[in-house]
Nanobody
Framework: QVQVVESGGGLVQAGGSLGLSCVPS????????MGWFRQAPGKEREFVAS????????DYADSVKDRFTISRDNTQSMVNLQMKNLRPEDTGVYYC?????????????WGQGTRVTVSS
């Protein structure tokens, strides 16, 4: 299993932007499709976005389409999520994960996540 470390969360006002990053621990992301997921307070974890290897295919949840952009830097083995026009409903803990079945099914292996709070 690939261990991941997420970073970049924080507090932002509605309409603002934030960038998240995910790096592996112990190996690279080479050959792996990667995804971002989030869990809002009191809700189940949900899919946000995914990117195939080496980066020519994407998938986005309808709720974030045209606002979020997933990308990967394969030389640095990093997966990023750029978020703009944030809404209060984007609040939650964001997790990075390896995609087991393209485009949205992850391996059940999760890092600590990074918290995003969007104030209204």
């Amino acid at each position: 299993q690939v261990q991941v470390v997420e970073s970049g969360g924080g507090l932002v006002q509605a309409g603002g932007s934030l960038g998240l990053s995910c790096v592996p621990s112990g190996r690279t992301f080479s050959g792996l499709a990667m995804g971002w997921f989030r869990q809002a307070p009191g809700k189940e974890r949900e899919f946000v976005a995914s990117i195939f290897w080496p980066g020519a295919a994407f998938d986005y949840a309808d709720s974030v389409k045209d606002r979020f952009t997933i990308s990967r830097d394969n030389t640095q083995s990093m997966v990023n999520l750029q978020m703009k026009n944030l809404r209060p409903e984007d609040t939650g803990v964001y997790y990075c994960a390896v995609i087991r079945k393209w485009p949205r099914e992850p391996f059940d292996s999760w890092g600590q996540g990074t918290r995003v709070t969007v104030s209204s």
